[in-house]
């Protein structure tokens, strides 16, 4: 039977009353209420937990190596903290971070090959000892080092001399700098706040000159009826050439003397009887992106001037230039 608890059923008179067979390591036991069997396989299990101190070089011991209970040797101690030890069954080296992981000494499990070479590390390890002040290895010093400890009376800030009046992710921390490390958090999260905003405008500007783009090269690409001329009449007369809808824009952009958008620009010389779609479906669209590419052709000299977003005004300077 695998390590664990099984329950069986036992009939008892009329009824059938569980019983719960605990196994650990080859011992086992048998238990009427699961908490009973529980708290024996716990205290078992701490009972195998090994301590540092326990630990010798050279010493071979079991331990739980990918799901599997092997023998391994200790060899030396690892500069990042454990030891280095090898997999007796498989001769790979391995590392064993804590003696929380080695389950119990092998006693006769000591190679003979090793046994100088683990004498001389422990006397290694023995003078290291002696020498330090505080009697650890490095090793050692390493795994025994906690998170940093702070003084309850004083203010975690250095040279901040105020009283602590409050704990902070565990720093002792006076009221101004409370008040300090609030208005930084703050500040950071407005920060991180404004750039998300910019990020969603110019995403959202870059997909509408995408939108306006894709609308005007589909409305470039769609074939124009061919037209025929009708002859001129008697009275010689011609008719007035009709005026483009970016000219009508800065027509209605001069007269309204205020910056508009693309759809009131449209609405406005639909109803001036300037220019009206011949039946796009976004006018408004084919315009925006008209006024873009005169901005960027012409710059200074052109006839619109952006104000804001998606907004233009008459640029009354380029126009009276010309």
Same mark, same amino acid.
């Given at each position: 039977?695998?390590?664990?608890?099984?329950?069986?059923?036992?009939?008892?008179?009329?009824?059938? @009353?569980?019983?719960?067979?605990? $196994?650990?390591?080859?011992?086992?036991?048998?238990?009427?209420?699961?908490?009973?069997?529980?708290?024996?396989?716990?205290?078992?299990?701490?009972?195998?937990?090994?301590?540092? %101190?326990?630990?010798?070089?050279?010493?071979?011991?079991?331990?739980?190596?990918?799901?599997?209970?092997?023998? /391994?040797?200790?060899? +030396? $101690?690892?500069?990042?903290?454990?030891? %280095?030890?090898?997999?007796?069954?498989?001769?790979?080296?391995?590392?064993?971070?804590?003696?929380?992981?080695?389950?119990?000494?092998?006693?006769?499990?000591?190679?003979?090959?090793?046994?100088?070479?683990?004498?001389?590390?422990?006397?290694?390890?023995?003078?290291?000892?002696?020498?330090?002040?505080?009697?650890? #290895?490095?090793?050692?010093?390493?795994?025994?080092?906690?998170?940093?400890?702070?003084? *309850?009376?004083?203010?975690?800030?250095?040279?901040?001399?105020? $009283?602590?009046?409050?704990?902070?992710?565990? @720093? *002792?921390?006076?009221?101004?700098?409370?008040?300090?490390?609030? %208005?930084? &958090?703050?500040?950071?999260?407005?920060?991180?706040?404004?750039?998300?905003?910019?990020?969603? /405008?110019?995403?959202?500007?870059?997909? $509408?000159?995408?939108?306006?783009?894709?609308?005007?090269?589909?409305?470039?690409?769609?074939?124009?009826?061919?037209?025929?001329?009708? *002859?001129?009449?008697?009275?010689?007369?011609?008719?007035?050439?009709?005026?483009?809808?970016? %000219?009508?824009?800065?027509?209605?952009?001069?007269?309204?003397?205020?910056?508009?958008?693309?759809? &009131?620009?449209?609405?406005?010389?639909?109803?001036?009887?300037?220019?009206?779609? *011949?039946?796009?479906? #976004?006018?408004?669209?084919?315009?925006?992106?008209?006024?873009?590419?005169?901005?960027?052709?012409?710059? +200074?000299?052109?006839?619109?001037?952006?104000?804001?977003?998606?907004?233009? &005004?008459?640029?009354?300077?380029?126009?009276?230039?010309?």
């Amino acid at each position: 039977m695998a390590n664990g608890i099984h329950q069986t059923l036992v009939r008892n008179g009329r009824w059938k @009353k569980p019983l719960y067979d605990a $196994e650990f390591d080859g011992e086992s036991a048998t238990f009427h209420t699961l908490t009973a069997a529980r708290q024996w396989l716990r205290r078992q299990r701490k009972e195998q937990i090994m301590k540092k %101190d326990e630990v010798k070089i050279g010493g071979t011991y079991t331990a739980k190596v990918s799901d599997k209970v092997v023998k /391994v040797r200790i060899d +030396a $101690e690892s500069r990042h903290g454990g030891w %280095d030890a090898t997999n007796l069954e498989t001769n790979k080296k391995i590392r064993i971070k804590s003696a929380q992981k080695l389950r119990a000494a092998v006693r006769d499990g000591k190679q003979p090959k090793a046994t100088a070479a683990a004498k001389k590390e422990n006397a290694r390890l023995a003078a290291q000892r002696k020498a330090s002040p505080d009697g650890q #290895t490095a090793s050692e010093r390493a795994m025994s080092e906690g998170p940093k400890q702070y003084d *309850p009376t004083k203010c975690a800030t250095p040279r901040c001399k105020g $009283e602590p009046a409050l704990t902070h992710l565990g @720093k *002792p921390l006076c009221q101004k700098c409370w008040k300090r490390q609030c %208005d930084t &958090e703050a500040e950071g999260a407005r920060a991180a706040a404004d750039v998300a905003a910019a990020d969603a /405008v110019a995403t959202s500007a870059a997909g $509408e000159v995408a939108e306006a783009a894709n609308v005007e090269a589909a409305a470039e690409s769609k074939p124009k009826p061919k037209r025929t001329r009708k *002859p001129a009449g008697d009275s010689g007369e011609t008719k007035p050439k009709r005026v483009s809808a970016i %000219d009508a824009a800065a027509q209605v952009l001069q007269s309204a003397g205020a910056a508009m958008n693309s759809k &009131e620009m449209i609405a406005a010389m639909a109803e001036q009887k300037l220019w009206t779609s *011949p039946g796009g479906k #976004t006018p408004h669209a084919t315009l925006y992106s008209a006024i873009l590419r005169e901005i960027d052709t012409k710059a +200074a000299a052109s006839r619109f001037r952006k104000v804001e977003r998606g907004k233009f &005004e008459f640029n009354a300077p380029a126009a009276a230039a010309k």
